[in-house]
């Protein structure tokens, strides 16, 4: 079998969820050799090598891509996937332009082929999908996030060293400082998303949501409108212009449903709506729906919840 790249991102070691589900993908189409910036706990999956230079202390997309790009050179794999997160993509962009090969982004499915691949990707936030042909000597591809399933990262596997030479001038674009805006769950972890909309009337409107969210542990998110309104700031924004979230449950209260919104939790496995018009794109694509005014319905679940918890 050839081998796949496979860019892993991670957090002080440990493998972004994306890039997991990169790894399945990776390991359908050949043998996956997993690449990481510094060390990082892959599991068992195959061969691993972790680049190592100074400059790659923290995210340096041209950097890192160069270096990527001279380990392909070297190994000559059949393809390179990464998760379709920004990083991937930005990073495999870069790569593309310095290899002059095309780039597919964010596919679904990839059908391998003797020349080609013919992949399956999301367009235009997830609204479209388009199906391609990827002819290339290296395909280069991104994963679009949560289709595959993750691959088990437990287990350890031997790792090999890359030092890519890099130019002091791939320095200009890097990570130089870091603020944290939130603590805690965070909209893209947390396992429940309360949600509001133009529904939920005003900043002080969404006390209830974070009650709601707290007793769940779970995080508050948004739409445009609320955001639009000055309600809540843009990092709470749920969709093709904010954050993509896919919680095991989304509570979508006085949200719409626009196919912009609808993008970014989409992935959620359960979608609960809340709203007071029955026809509501929300209501007839959630799994579960209640109608009415989200205010009185949202005091009554907050006390259920408390009740049970015994609160
Ligand atoms: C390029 C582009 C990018 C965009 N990106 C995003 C994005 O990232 N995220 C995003 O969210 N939008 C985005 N939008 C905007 C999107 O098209 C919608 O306008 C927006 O999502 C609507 O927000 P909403 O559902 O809160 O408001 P509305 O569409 O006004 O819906 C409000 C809902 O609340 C219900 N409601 C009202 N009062 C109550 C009540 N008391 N109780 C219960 N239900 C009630 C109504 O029945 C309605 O369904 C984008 C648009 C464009 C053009």
Known sequence: MTPVFVLVEHQAGVPLETSLQAITLGGMLGEVVSVSVGACQVGSVGRHIEIEHPMLSDYAPEAIAEALTQLIRADSPSGVLAAGTERGNEVMAHVAALLDLPLATNVTEVRP??????????????????????????????????????????????????????????????????????????????????????????????????????????????????????????????????????????????????????????????????????EAPMVTKADYAVIGDLHPILEAVVEEVKARKGL
């Open 113 to 278: 082929g003797d020349e080609s691949w013919e992949v399956t990707r999301t367009r235009w936030g997830g609204s479209l999908l388009e199906e391609a042909f990827l002819t290339a000597p290296v395909k280069l591809a991104t994963v679009a996030p949560h289709v595959f399933e993750a691959t088990n990262s437990s287990g350890s596997a031997e790792s090999e060293r890359f030092t890519p030479e890099l130019a002091e001038i791939l320095e200009r674009t890097r990570v130089v400082e870091r603020v944290t805006i939130s603590e805690g769950i965070t909209l893209t972890t947390a396992p429940v998303v309360v949600s509001g909309g133009r529904g939920v009337g005003s900043p002080e409107g969404f006390g209830i949501l974070e009650e709601l969210a707290a007793l769940l542990g779970g995080a508050v998110g948004c739409s445009r409108v609320v955001t639009n309104n000055g309600w809540r700031p843009h990092s709470d924004q749920v969709g093709q212009t904010g954050t993509r979230v896919a919680p095991n449950l989304y509570v979508a209260c006085g949200i719409s449903g626009a196919i912009q919104h609808w993008v970014g939790m989409m992935a959620s496995k359960n979608v609960l709506a809340i709203n007071n018009d029955p």
